[in-house]
């Protein structure tokens, strides 16, 4: 089982980054996927986690109104798209997929990708 999470960069603040999260050796539309973060000397955060079926969504605040996930079935892909970024959603961004819920949101997932680092500066 591989997630391969891409998309990070650096973009300006009040600027977008779509990010992905591409899986192999599992379907992704039968688990429960997780973006999470993190900031150098900092604790690994939720940021956005959503259910396989039904569709049930963990927001945390920093992700309210700006934030948004999405699957793409056909390509076994998992996006989260940030919009109006901000210096502080600099950090690395990690998926993280399972068949529970309950476990994606804590952190406690079966499978995470590698990082990727998004820096939001001018």
């Known amino acids: 089982v591989q997630l391969q999470a891409s998309g990070g960069g650096l973009v300006q603040p009040g600027g977008s980054l779509r990010l992905s999260c591409a899986a192999s050796?599992?379907?992704?539309?039968?688990?429960?996927i997780g973006w999470f973060r993190q900031d150098p000397g900092k604790e690994r955060e939720a940021v956005l986690c959503?259910?396989?079926?039904?569709?049930?969504?963990y927001y945390s605040e920093p992700a309210k109104g700006r934030f948004t996930i999405a699957r793409e079935n056909a390509k076994n892909t998992v996006y989260l798209q940030m919009n109006n970024l901000k210096p502080e959603d600099t950090a690395v961004y990690y998926c993280?997929?399972?068949?529970?819920?309950?476990?994606?949101?804590?952190?406690?997932?079966?499978?995470w990708g590698q990082g990727t680092l998004v820096t939001v500066s001018s």
């Open positions: 050796g599992i379907n992704l539309e039968n688990y429960a």
């Open positions: 993280a997929a399972d068949v529970l819920f309950e476990r994606v949101v804590p952190g406690r997932s079966d499978y």
């Open positions: 959503i259910s396989a079926r039904p569709d049930i969504t």
